[in-house]
């Protein structure tokens, strides 16, 4: 692009229409020194998106794990499954169907700040009582 008569030649510039410059400056930290500094989960999301566009499996890896301290609420959650989802990234959609079933039965926190326990879908445990009385 810089070396072909382009108009990006001629203007000394490169306009990146679809990224902004929290990402951009995130990008370009990580490929100086690998390393990711990004305040939100938009901003994370964002990064993993370009990583994804630019094929940069280390920057994807890392955000990978970085997701995985956001899980506290199932929308959360979900959000993160369908970016795994629209970008085929299987390691991701095994690490969410890991944290499914490893907090079926543990309460998650809503936005409301209530919580609501999941039941677990394991069948092996279906027509099992517990024998635990909560008026006790």
């Known amino acids: 692009m810089l070396r072909n008569p382009m108009v990006e030649r001629l203007s000394k510039k490169v306009q990146l229409s679809d990224i902004d410059f929290r990402t951009l ?12 500094a990004t305040g939100s989960f938009t901003e994370l999301c964002d990064l993993y998106e370009m990583a994804d566009k630019y094929n940069v499996e280390d920057l994807m890896f890392v955000c990978r794990l970085r997701f995985m ?23 991701l959609l095994g690490a969410i169907k890991s944290f499914k079933n490893e907090h079926s039965d543990s309460p998650v926190l ?15 445990l279906k027509g099992k009582r517990s024998d635990f009385d909560f008026y006790q």
């Open 25 to 36: 400056r995130n990008f370009l930290h990580f490929l100086q020194g690998n390393r990711v």
């Open 69 to 91: 301290s956001f899980f506290i609420s199932e929308e959360i959650v979900s959000l993160v499954e369908a970016l795994a989802c629209m970008h085929s990234d299987d390691f």
């Open 110 to 124: 809503k936005d409301d700040g209530n919580f609501v326990v999941k039941r677990s879908t394991n069948p092996s």
